[in-house]
């Protein structure tokens, strides 16, 4: 679970760190899966939730950190979708299950 000043919504050794890195280094053209993009969004989500910790150093409310960090989802998916064949179902789900898996660690966190 997470505290109230977690470094992050995601572990840095988990599988959304992983897969973050791993399609960040892909090469162009490489297919990657839409629960991947979702992982990687996830994990840069949480990246930009522990930017908002260490620049505040306290917890935002809800609404604003959801807003921030499904932003910084939805940004690495639609970059990393743009250099790789990712069909626009394959982005919307990939958006959806992220979304879904933030959304999750935010409760987890404000709850």
């Known amino acids: 679970m997470s505290s ?5 919504l995601f572990t840095d050794d ?5 897969v973050f890195h791993e399609c960040r280094s892909a090469p162009h053209d490489a297919p990657i ?3 991947d993009l979702a992982r990687g969004g ?3 989500a949480s990246l930009a939730w522990s930017g908002m ?3 505040s150093g306290r917890r935002p409310e809800i609404s604003r950190a959801r807003h921030r960090v499904m932003d910084a989802a939805d940004a690495f998916i639609e970059h990393t979708a ?3 064949p990712v ?3 394959e982005l ?4 959806r299950l992220s979304e879904a898996a933030v959304e999750h660690a935010l409760q987890r966190v404000y709850h």
Request: aromatic share 4%; hydrophobic share 35%.
């Open 53 to 55: 910790i260490a620049s």
């Open 42 to 44: 996830a994990y840069a």
């Open 33 to 35: 899966s839409p629960e």
């Open 14 to 18: 988990g599988r959304e760190a992983t």
């Open 87 to 89: 069909s626009p179902a």
């Open 82 to 84: 743009h250099d790789h």
């Open 4 to 8: 109230l000043l977690s470094p992050g």
């Open 92 to 95: 919307r789900a990939a958006k």
